[in-house]
């Protein structure tokens, strides 16, 4: 028993002693440690120094980045969801809305609209509302580039709550359609209308019944309060939205160009595969005496970018910051130390030259002055 508790204490002493030899932080007698005040202040200093680079490299680190990435669009089986609202200045009964797409399949398979009949003219709280919107929506679109980053972290999917409830009812007929909803649409390029007349359905596509209008019922001012494709997600403008056009030309055409682009949003809280548009606006007058032929209403002709764009919230790896924290404390460390040493060899060098050739021998201590060790190099 009592052997047995000896061995066991020499084996743990010569192992100790193996890891001994290899301890690379070799103790210092307190005795043989020297300070300064040339030190303290480097000290200082680097301390300093290390607390206020280690400080921005926390928040570096904290500090998201988003990248952006492109890539083929490859998902070929999706379909295309459009949610619109829009106000035009014509009573619904006089509105066809629908869509064609370049698989030239039956408008009606897409679902429908709501079609609700109400006043042009918005009442004093929606009038705000809508306001608030057009003007918002302008300074996204302006400083969209400013903010973009902003806008991703946001976790607003939408920016804008919905039109609120008139507070007060003209008594005069309706005279304006809001048309609402949304439709799934395929994902390829098409046109989605409003115009005259009722729609009707023929082999080879599509009319618009409006033979009992004439052109004095025509009036195709809107105001667009809804216009996005897929789900909402923070971060993306619909730069339609808070549009409003009013004409005095009742057969005016309004062509909306849009660029659809898919979009895939990864910040750390959300994952939504959305999309994004731009849009290119042009309107005239349609006058076939003066060779401005078509059809007066609102066209927005809508094509798919064969680009994707994936956004993705990034952080550096968590080694890698660490490693980064290492690398400053331990360089300043190492530097400041040789800095030290050198401020400390010249200041050395230059007190004592100056004291021998000079009166004040006071000033420094004889201490200081020991004479300077060649420097040896290390060899092992
Ligand atoms: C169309 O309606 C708007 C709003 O009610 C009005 O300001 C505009 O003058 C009308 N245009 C025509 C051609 O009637």
Redesign the pocket.
């Known amino acids: 028993m009592e052997s047995e508790k000896v061995t066991m204490l020499r084996y743990r002493g010569s192992k100790l002693s193996r890891m001994k030899k290899i301890d690379i932080f070799p103790k210092i007698e307190e005795t043989f440690k020297e300070t300064s005040s040339v030190g303290g202040t480097f000290s200082i200093f680097s301390f300093l120094l290390i607390i206020w680079l280690v400080y921005s490299e926390i928040n570096y680190y904290l500090d998201s980045k988003f990248v952006f990435k492109f890539s083929p669009d490859t998902d070929y089986d999706a379909k295309l969801k459009i949610n619109v609202d829009i106000t035009v200045?014509m009573p619904c009964s006089n509105l066809g809305a629908d869509t064609l797409d370049s698989t030239h399949q039956n408008a009606y398979k897409f679902g429908s609209l709501e079609e609700e009949d109400t006043w042009?003219?918005l009442a004093p709280n929606q009038q705000i509302h809508f306001d608030n919107k057009k003007h918002f929506n302008s300074y996204l679109r302006e400083e969209y580039h400013a903010i973009k980053d902003l806008l991703w972290k946001s976790s607003f999917s939408t920016m804008f709550a919905d039109m609120p409830e008139r507070s007060s009812h003209p008594d005069r007929p309706y005279?304006?359609c809001r048309i609402y909803g949304s439709l799934i649409l395929n994902k390829v390029s098409g046109n989605f209308h409003i115009t005259a007349g009722k729609s009707l359905n023929l082999p080879r596509g599509h009319i618009h019944i409006s033979t009992f209008m004439s052109e004095r019922d025509?009036?195709f001012?809107h105001r667009i309060n809804k216009f996005s494709f897929g789900d909402l997600s923070p971060g993306i403008v619909h730069p339609l939205e808070g549009d409003e056009l009013?004409?005095?030309?009742?057969m005016t055409l309004y062509n909306y160009f849009i660029e659809v682009v898919p979009t895939n949003v990864k910040t750390f809280l959300t994952s939504v595969n959305t999309y994004q548009y731009s849009v290119k606006e042009l309107n005239r007058p349609i006058d076939h005496d003066k060779g401005s032929h078509g059809m007066p209403g609102i066209f927005f002709k809508y094509d798919m970018s064969a680009l994707k764009v994936t956004v993705s919230q990034e952080r550096d790896h968590l080694g890698m910051f660490l490693a980064k924290l290492c690398s400053i404390i331990g360089g300043i460390y190492v530097c400041s130390g040789l800095l030290n040493n050198f401020v400390q060899f010249c200041y050395t060098f230059i007190m004592c030259n100056w004291d021998l050739q000079s009166v004040g021998k006071n000033d420094v201590q004889s201490s200081d002055c020991k004479p300077i060790p060649d420097v040896v190099p290390v060899s092992l």
Request: net charge negative; proline share 0%.
């Open positions: 200045a042009f003219e005279d304006a025509y009036n001012t009013i004409t005095n030309n009742g």
